[in-house]
C-alpha cells in the first residue's frame, strides 16, 4: 500500500492548512481579474482583486488569522490551477481557448474574464489561503451554496467513532490543499478470501475543500498477505458539499452564526454516516463478493486481461507493465488475481491520487466482472 504521510504529519499538515485559510463570499462584479506585472513586463501569475469600487466589508467565513495579520480583501491572491479551471468554467470559457488568452494574449484573457464577471452579476465564494511559499493564493471559486467541509474538522470528527473499533489502525493518508485522504483498518474484523487469504476490514475516506469532489467514505478490505489495501466504490457513503446559499449583505454577526449551526449540523451528518460505514454486515457482504471473484476464471491470457484493461481504463505505460509485472507472478487467472495485481501496482505509483485510482479500479474488478468483457 502506498504510504503517504504519517499520522502526526498528516495532522500537522491539516492544521497549517486550515490556519492559514480565510473564505470570502463577493459579488463576482466586484471581483477583477488581473495577470501580475513586474517593471511592465507580464509573468505568469494571474490574480484575481477587488474592482477599484469594492464592496465595503465582504463577510470573512473562516478567519483563523491574529486579527493583525488578516488581510484586506483589496488582493485576494494569485489563482492556482485548481481555481483557474473553476474560472474558466464559471464563466462560460472554454478551457482550452481560455489558457491559450492567457499565454499568447493576456489583455484579452483580462478584457474577457473581467467582461463575464461583470455580467455573470452572482455572489461567488473564494477560497483562499496563504500558501507554503508565504504567498496569497486563491484555491477555489465555488458557489455561493457550497458548504464547506474542511479537512481538520472531518479529521476530528471521524477519529472518535474510528477510535470505538478495538486496535483502529491508520494504514495510510495523505492532505494537500485540494484533497485528503485516511485510510484506517480494524483488525479485529477479518474474514477468508481462501486458504490463508485473510482480508481485515477498514475505510477509505476521501473529501476535497476546493470543489474535487464529495466526502465520501468507502470499504477498503486489506489483504495481510501482501498488504495491499482494496478500495470497494459500489458501497460508498457520500455527502455532497451542497448546503444554504450565502448571501452578501451587512448582518454579518447573524450569517456567520447561521453558517456555524451549518457547519455543526453537517458535521453531525458526517459523524451518522461513519458509524454506518463500521457495520460489520458490510464487510461481511463484501468478503462474499472477493470469494466470488476468486472463483471467476478469466478466459484469456493474462496479457490480454491487462491490454483490455488498459484500454478500457485508460491506463498509462507504466501503470500498465506495473500491473502485468504482478499479475505474472500469480499463480491464479480470476478476477481476485487480477484485482490484486493492480493493487500491488498502486505501491508503486507516482504519487497518492493515482495510487488511490489503482486501488478503487482493484475494486471494480472484483464487484463488476463485465469489466473485463473484450
Sequence with gaps: MYQGMAPQNLYERMQEISENTMDWVVPSNKVEARFQTDMGKRVGYRWLQETKNPIQNPPILQNHLLPEEIPSASMYGSIDSNADAQLATKLGIP????????????????????????????????????????????????????????????????????????????????????????????????????????????????????????????????RLVCLNGMIIPDASLRKTHLGSRIEVGQDIDWRNETIAADDKATLMKIQDITRQATDESRFKYIVEQLKDSAERTIDVSKSEQVRILAKKESLNEQETDTILEFLMKSDGNSHWDLANAVTSAAGKAADYEQATNLETLGGRIVTTPELLAA
Excluded at 130 to 154: F, K, P, T, W
Aim: glycine letters at 6%.
Design 95 to 222: 478551457k482550452t481557448y481560455y489558457d491559450r488568452m492567457a499565454k499568447e494574449a493576456p489583455g484579452l484573457w483580462d478584457s474577457n474574464c473581467n467582461h463575464w464577471l461583470e455580467n455573470l452579476n452572482k455572489p461567488i465564494m473564494l477560497r483562499t489561503w496563504v500558501n507554503s511559499q508565504g504567498r496569497r493564493a486563491v484555491r477555489a471559486i465555488l458557489s455561493n451554496a457550497y458548504s464547506r467541509m474542511d479537512n481538520l474538522e472531518i479529521f476530528k470528527t471521524v477519529l472518535p467513532i474510528l477510535q470505538e473499533q478495538p486496535e483502529m489502525k491508520i494504514v495510510s493518508g495523505y492532505v494537500n490543499e485540494h484533497k485528503f485522504y485516511l485510510k484506517v483498518v480494524f483488525p479485529r474484523v477479518q474474514g477468508d478470501v481462501g486458504l490463508n487469504d485473510i482480508v481485515q476490514s477498514g475505510l477509505n475516506i476521501m473529501n476535497s475543500e476546493t470543489g474535487q469532489g464529495a466526502f465520501k467514505i468507502q470499504p477498503l478490505t486489506y
